[in-house]
């Protein structure tokens, strides 16, 4: 892949990047901020081929025509399949899912040394907010003093966990959601899906290429369908009983996740890496561990109360009158265009503002089936205020 075939929405930091070639004067090192799924991996894959592909003039040379990538010279292709010896990609790992200080001495160890086969020695730090303070520590002296020919680019969703003179000492680039119609039309060249998915995803994804692509696997829909299921089935006749089993039901939802989640890292940490540690350190990983499962939790509840705050939006639209076209859930139009004649357009936003509520309220300690339950009891008490006080209802009903 090269710069051009980029997809929208990435262009001021693509520019930036092609404009320090074009002089030259590529920064030691570069900080991308932005979401997870908008492509921030794939910019720093196209950087890296760019400086070292073999058929551009080469980084160093102020002046260079070709302002690209290639794509499909030797060098490209290694850095495109992780084989190039002058590429390197630091992620997360071992048992607490941290960029760990060996991680990061054998990183400033490695890009001390002279180039292989390419230009430059370039590391790519993703989720580089997952480094450790010793790690980042370490990672602060080569900054202060980087090696020539080197170049280090930091992927990062959350800036406000890194230490901010790390922050000071690399060029930020900033990555933004991508338009809509940008990642549909990409969906149906690229991946061939149908116009009508392809629209589906789009609108689902928030503008991240990235989440699109997740939610078209298989987990990622059934999840989906089971919350919109559960949203829809909500009726004011209700009783405890069956609010409880509903918020027992998403309940499951992010207790599946956290169990596959658990099984994935105990997959990926051999024994004789646990072995390795003293008990001590283990109990010290194992409470990061803990933690990361619990962030990873939290994120999961956010995105299963997102899609149900999206299916009250969606009843919200047809309700003023708004077009289908502008359906988030395009894909159950008919059931959103019944429920949208039952239910008040008082108690739908009384319902989004108590979802946004119990979202902000989450956080890392907080028992989230609880919080659940706590939140569906309060929505059916809202909506009896409503429907005891009928004068409150303002708007068409
Ligand atoms: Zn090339």
Request: glycine letters at 6%; hydrophobic letters at 35%.
């Amino acid at each position: 892949m090269s710069f051009s075939e980029v997809i929208g929405g990435q262009e001021p930091a693509i520019k930036v990047l092609q404009r320090s070639l074009k002089e030259g004067r590529i920064s030691h090192a570069y900080l991308f901020i932005g979401p997870e799924g908008v492509g921030k991996r794939l910019v720093a894959r196209i950087l890296a081929q760019a400086i070292n592909c073999d058929l551009s003039a080469g980084p160093a040379q102020a002046g260079r025509d070709n302002l690209d990538a290639c794509g499909r010279c030797s060098s490209c292709r290694k850095i495109e399949n992780f084989s190039h010896p002058d590429v390197t990609w630091v992620k997360p790992g071992g048992l607490s899912r941290r960029i760990g200080i060996d991680d990061v001495r054998n990183l400033c160890h490695q890009i001390s040394l002279k180039a292989y086969a390419g230009r430059k020695k370039i590391f790519v730090l993703t989720e580089a907010d997952r480094m450790t303070a010793e790690a980042s520590n370490a990672l602060l002296k080569t900054l202060e003093e980087p090696p020539t020919n080197s170049l280090l680019i930091l992927l990062t969703s959350h800036p406000a966990s890194l230490f901010p003179t790390i922050i000071s000492r690399c060029q930020i680039l900033r990555f933004s959601p991508l338009p809509l119609k940008e990642i549909k039309d990409h969906l149906v060249s690229k991946y061939k899906l149908p116009s009508e998915e392809a629209q589906l995803l789009s609108r689902l994804s928030g503008g991240r290429l990235g989440k699109a692509l997740l939610l078209r696997g298989k987990t990622a829909r059934e999840e989906r369908k089971k919350v919109l299921d559960i949203a829809s089935r909500t009726s004011p006749t209700d009783d405890l009983g069956e609010l409880l089993r509903r918020a027992a039901e998403i309940g499951k939802i992010l207790s599946d996740f956290k169990r596959r989640l658990e099984e994935k890292l105990k997959k990926e940490t051999p024994k004789e890496q646990k072995e390795m540690f003293a008990k001590e350190q283990i109990r010290e990983i194992k409470e990061e561990r803990k933690a990361f499962i619990e962030g990873e939790s939290k994120k999961k509840t956010e995105e299963v109360l997102d899609i149900i705050i999206d299916w009250y939006r969606d009843l919200l639209i047809l309700q003023e009158g708004g077009e289908e076209a502008w359906l988030i859930n395009s894909d159950r139009k008919e059931e959103l265009q019944m429920k949208a004649k039952d239910v008040s357009p008082l108690r739908i936003r009384k319902n989004i503002e108590l979802i946004e509520k119990t979202k902000q309220s989450l956080d890392h300690h907080v028992n989230l089936r609880l919080s659940l339950e706590a939140m569906m009891m309060k929505m059916q008490e809202e909506l009896k205020d409503v429907q005891n006080n009928p004068g409150t209802i303002t708007g068409k009903r």
